[in-house]
Every structure is written in structure tokens, then in C-alpha cells.
């Protein structure tokens, strides 16, 4: 199974971006979908994660600013980024868990100038 991720950029603090994550191949049941993020010189963080049936989660640094989303028929995961900080500024990767296992998508950098 592959993820595709798409759109990323750059964008002035208080912007708005939306992330898609698209997964393709032999798929049964997707159980959880991800975003997470990694900036220059920091560990890989998680920042929202949806189960279908559960509440989504969110980092407490994007809560209320961030939103995870996922169309089931699509297999595709959004992550609607509104309010953006400089301190958003990171390679978002998504992760998906299913019944083939996990895989990781490519990376797509998001920038948000001051």
C-alpha cells in the first residue's frame, strides 16, 4: 500500500493550508489515520489522529486550529491547518494503519512565514 500526500507550501502566519493523503493498493479496512511532523533538529511528533467511531486527536499545540478529516470511500485523510504559526513549520508526513500494516507517505513541507 502507498500514500500519496499533496499539499503543502508556503503560507504567512494566520494562513490557511489543507493536506490530503491519498493511500492506493491492496486495502481491506483502514483503522487509523494519521499526521504527524517533524521540524529541523526535532523528533517526529504527532499532531492528529483519527479512528473511525473514536474522538479524533489532536496535539495540544494545534488544537483547536488543526482539523483531521478522512473520506472512507477515498481512502483519503485531510489535515485543514487554519491559524498557522511559524512554529508550524515542518515536514508533515501522513500514516496510515490497516490491514496490510502501516505505511508512511513521502513527506510534504509546509512553511509559514512570520
Known amino acids: 500500500v502507498q500514500l500519496q500526500a499533496s499539499g503543502g507550501g508556503l503560507v504567512q502566519a494566520g494562513g490557511s493550508l489543507r493536506l490530503s493523503c491519498a493511500a492506493s493498493?491492496?486495502?481491506?479496512?483502514?483503522?487509523?489515520m494519521g499526521w504527524y511532523r517533524q521540524a529541523p533538529g526535532k523528533q517526529r511528533e504527532l499532531v492528529a489522529r483519527?479512528?473511525?467511531?473514536?474522538?479524533?486527536y489532536y496535539a495540544d499545540s494545534v488544537k483547536g486550529r488543526f482539523t483531521i478529516s478522512r473520506d472512507n470511500a477515498k481512502n483519503t485523510v485531510y489535515l485543514q491547518m487554519d491559524s498557522q504559526k511559524p512554529e508550524d513549520t515542518a515536514v508533515y508526513y501522513c500514516?496510515?494503519?490497516?490491514?496490510?500494516?502501516?505505511?508512511w507517505g513521502q513527506g510534504t513541507q509546509v512553511t509559514v512565514s512570520s
Open positions: 500514516n496510515v494503519v490497516g490491514n496490510w500494516g502501516g505505511s
Open positions: 483519527i479512528t473511525s467511531g473514536v474522538t479524533p
Open positions: 493498493g491492496r486495502i481491506f479496512s483502514i483503522n487509523v
